[in-house]
T-cell receptor
Framework: NAGVTQTPKFQVLKTGQSMTLQCAQD?????MSWYRQDPGMGLRLIHYSVGAGITDQGEVPNGYNVSRSTTEDFPLRLLSAAPSQTSVYFC?????????????FGDGTRLSIL | AQTVTQSQPEMSVQEAETVTLSCTYDTSESDYYLFWYKQPPSRQMILVIR??????QNATENRFSVNFQKAAKSFSLKISDSQLGDAAMYFCAYRITQGGSEKLVFGKGTKLTVNP
């Protein structure tokens, strides 16, 4: 049982490039979400999904797109990378949104934008 | 504004002793969940303990327990018999659901050092 798998673990981009961070879970969880973690800021919610075909914005959605075509996958897209998006990104999942919130996190992706 | 405040950026404790990490939050909602997460140097986010706001009984998970004071909007984490492996960043968070949307708010974290 792999849990929540994020790829890649590290990435360096140039300003203006696009990229997709991958997130997959094998626990059949309905709820998935993306966070960014900046020094001294804790985690902030970017986007979340309560099931296939349903997504919504979190606290800091600008510059990011998501889609949820399957229960297992929830990719995060940076359309035109900016230095302000340099951060560590976490994907998380849980069984039912209304029950308990994110309980399983991936190992994170460290993204640097030059 | 909905916020979570962890007033102790850093804490230290001697091995085998007890430490309490503070957390206060601000929300006008009556139904929400509260969490403590642990983030060791490996960067993993690990759920330590969870509390439903409608439950008066404080949650407990082995050596970890909380003191939930709903009226005061306080949610502290007590770690008993501290172990070297408890050294990590600890994040307090709360989650509310409003009209089908969801908000999850984290504090800025407390770095816990465990001294042998």
């Amino acid at each position: 049982n792999a849990g929540v798998t994020q790829t890649p673990k590290f990435q360096v981009l140039k300003t203006g490039q696009s990229m997709t961070l991958q997130c997959a879970q094998d626990m059949n969880h309905e709820y998935m979400s993306w966070y960014r973690q900046d020094p001294g800021m804790g985690l902030r919610l970017i986007h979340y999904s309560v099931g296939a075909g349903i997504t919504d914005q979190g606290e800091v959605p600008n510059g990011y797109n998501v889609s949820r075509s399957t229960t297992e996958d929830f990719p995060l897209r940076l359309l035109s990378a900016a230095p302000s998006q340099t951060s560590v990104y976490f994907c998380a999942s849980s069984s039912i949104s209304g029950v308990g919130g994110p309980q399983h996190f991936g190992d994170g992706t460290r993204l640097s934008i030059l | 504004a909905q916020t979570v405040t962890q007033s102790q950026p850093e804490m230290s404790v001697q091995e085998a002793e007890t430490v309490t990490l503070s957390c206060t939050y601000d929300t006008s909602e009556s139904d929400y969940y509260l969490f403590w997460y642990k983030q060791p140097p490996s960067r993993q986010m690990i759920l330590v303990i969870r509390q439903e706001a409608y439950k008066q009984q404080n949650a407990t998970e082995n050596r970890f327990s909380v003191n939930f004071q709903k009226a005061a909007k306080s949610f502290s984490l007590k770690i008993s018999d501290s172990q070297l492996g408890d050294a990590a960043m600890y994040f307090c968070a709360y989650r509310i659901t409003q009209g089908g949307s969801e908000k999850l708010v984290f504090g800025k974290g407390t770095k816990l050092t465990v001294n042998p």
